[in-house]
């Protein structure tokens, strides 16, 4: 057989050479392709591609070096830096490397004025090779370093958590330690993404977050009060915008600031917030069907229950109706209210509202509602104004939201984007223009206890509230206010929520010494409207416009002279 | 002698060691040049952290609200100030009733 094909192996055994050659041929064969095909291959892999090398390059540089030891960015809505981790220099010093001792520490004096002599020498004379001098200087100080020609130094680069904006939305951002873990706020919740380099972006509003802050902050001033805090919400998806606690604090030291100013007004501390509350009882007397909204309840004498009586801030001599209760912001007519639906339904209510359990909120700082549930009549009658239930601002904005959203639940959030459109309804739309009515009127209405709050325009809608405050050794201080506002605008459509509270202001003289929060924390409401409107591009709009009216009920509120018919 | 095949298998060696030889010094050299770009990127980066800070510390709204009413004279938007066409229309609708009645 003559053919010496690679397939063709056999081989005659009288044919000797012929198979040596063929054996010979196979190998070399072999060998080629073998290295042919590493060679080939070794080539592909060292290659320098340039469009390749730049795409491996920027994948490593992203995910080992920088991410791995940089703490990702929390930023706002408008992707506005919040928190970032930047590179400081730290300055070490290997005392073993100095020749001159004194001259070093005169040359390192001349630089840094704050560190004394006595102590570099004690630091020059350990047997150590690396001393830290200082966690943090300067790029200028590093440079005349460089120039003084100082030996034995070692700088190193240590990160460093940053707040760019100072104390806005500081107790929000919360804090990390010493060694850059998240010790507070959105920094602990999401210490994990964070440390692994993902940027978090919150639902805060920058401008509108300092708005709020600035206007409250001017209030609180005003009425010499111990704080307050202040939440705009979209009530659409729950965004939270701006969450303010007053006072608050620098960022940047969150390890040095007292646990009193750390303490988060809006999200974790509860307070009666008195009359607000009366929004839920109106809002359950219509859902519950059991009173019609046309029924009076007599508000003129005070109403004894057990050893409590129950009296009015503005008395009334005849009776009135619903819409009339909230208005006039009437106790007795409240506690009657909710005589007739009883304690069962007033929490489950409650319940459903999600006030009487934490907000799942994206911080650590949450406060647990403090409802009385004896059933007792006597407490649901309290707790129908307000006494008796302790919440954060922050379920009040939520329940608010809830409410004018058509009845559709409405829980917060911080985190933009995270928020699903829920249809858990609670209330019914009907309900919920009523309601809606209800307290455009409490601004709108002269009689109206949130006329200071009325901004041309933008039809406001909302409740105030003013409760003593809880002695936390028991009991109400006499003289000791907490005064609130939750409402809604444009409340015909209503888009964003707002709920304002100030913890014990002062009655002053412009205020003819009134500390009620139609004094206190309307204005405020007034004021944070006419300047978020437009950032938030929700234009004015006339009152007499069909877009109202169709939206909303008219009630008639009667004064406070009697014989005034409905 | 050497034969064919044993020739062409002694250059594939040689030009394979040749050729690895090579490629390992060009891979060390871009090793290095690759460790000085990652250092360079590094350093920009960072320097590029420390500036996107300063920016949002210059942005802080504080400031810009005092530049804003301070330095640039300007004022709140108020209501009055902006209209809605439906609106004006309204207002023109009803001024002709008016006018009508």
Redesign the interface.
Known sequence: MKNFGLFNLYINKNNYAKSRKVK??TC?LL??IS?TV??YR??SL?S?KKDNTSKI?YK??QSK??HKN?RGNIYDRNK???A????TLSLNINPQEILNKHETINKLLQIFPQLNEKGLLKKFNTNKKHVNLLREISPREYARLLHLGVEGLKIQ?RPKR?Y???S?ASHILGGTDIDGKGIAGIEKKYDAQLKSGKNIDLSIH??I???TK?LLLDQINKFEAEGGAGIVMNIKNGEVYSVVSLPDYNANNYNSILSKILFNKATKGIYELGSTLKLITAAIAFESNLINENEVFDVSKPLKVSSRVITDFHPLNYSINIPEVIVHSSNIGSAKIAEKFGPSIQLKYLKLLGLTNKLPLEIPELGRPQVLMDKRILTTMTISYGHGIAITPMHLASATSTIVNNGIKVDPTLIMGKSKIQNKQIISRETSMKMKSIMRLVVSNKYGTAKKAE????LIGGKTGTAEKINPNGGYFKKKNIVAFTGAFPINNPKFTITIMIDNPKGQKFSNGYRTAGWVVAPVVKQLV??I??ILNI????E??SKLSDNLFNYKIRGKKKGENL | MIRYPSFLIVFVILFAAISLYQIKHVITKKEIELHQVKNKINNVQSDLKILKAELSYLKRPDRIEHIALNKLGLKEVLPTDIWNLKDLENVKDNLNNGEHK
């Open positions: 010979l041929l070399s060998l080629v290295f590493v060679g070794t080539i060292a320098i390059v490593n540089l070096a920088f940089s506005k830096i919040l970032t981790t930047i590179n680069k940053i760019p904006n100072n806005l920058s401008g977050q300092h708005i600035k901004s041309a325009g933008y006419t300047r409107a437009p234009k004015p709009q006339l007499s416009s």
